[in-house]
């Protein structure tokens, strides 16, 4: 848990993911092949960059840190269960927010309504409520991600982090804390009071930023 916490890692993470998301977005931005529209995919491609999508998603969403590997356990397997929509420029920042709500939802004891994450998303909530139901089910609601999971996707991201120049910190299988609940407890329970106190803090200062 507190490898997570670290904003050095943090940072390190949401590079890496970004990088990682749109080298793949791009790929199959250049791949000649059919490809099912759906509610995912904008008219254009956003001006805002992945990166700092995924930035701003980190700043105001205020899940647990574990929320962004477990987000993309379920980009994984949507993926992999929609392969006529495979993940491109048009599609990739409202996969990015969907996927990051439904873990918040899954794994926090708090979190936002879909009208915050719509805002933090830039899109409207009647959208946000649209891509929530279809990510669901596009997923077959397979929501519960066990800790061999959990640990398994930690390792895949960490060899691909150190093949990058220089190193980045990651967190180590040694995060992992078995348990045999619906949500894993992926080291990021928010049970404890003084946490919750603070958590709560933060979504009212994040909630007073969107509201200017």
């Known amino acids: 848990m507190a490898e997570l916490e670290n904003p050095n ?18 790929s199959n931005d250049n791949k000649q092949q059919p490809q099912r529209i759906s509610v995912f995919h904008g008219l254009s491609r956003p001006t805002i960059s992945i990166h700092n999508y995924l930035e701003r998603i980190f700043k105001y969403a205020n899940c647990s840190p574990s929320c962004f590997i477990v987000a993309y356990v379920y980009l994984d397997r949507f993926t992999q269960r929609q392969p006529s929509l495979p993940m ?82 990651f967190p180590n299988s040694s995060l992992l804390k078995s348990s045999s ?4 407890h992926l080291l990021c329970s928010n049970n404890d009071e003084s ?18």
């Open 88 to 169: 491109n420029s048009f599609n990739v920042h409202r996969l990015l927010i969907t996927s990051v709500m439904v873990a918040a939802k899954f794994m926090d004891d708090m979190y936002y309504n879909n009208a915050y994450y719509a805002k933090v998303g830039g899109i409207s909530t009647i959208e946000m409520n649209f891509l929530e139901l279809d990510f669901l089910f596009g997923m077959s609601f397979h929501l519960n991600v066990t800790p061999n999971t959990f640990q398994a996707y930690c390792a895949h991201l960490h060899r691909e982090m150190l093949l990058m120049q220089p190193p980045l910190d």
């Open 181 to 184: 609940s619906s949500k894993a």
């Open 9 to 26: 890692v943090m940072t390190n993470l949401i590079t890496f993911l970004s990088s990682l998301l749109k080298r793949v977005s791009e």
């Open 195 to 212: 946490h919750n106190s603070h958590h709560q803090h933060q979504k009212q200062q994040q909630q007073q930023e969107l509201a200017v």
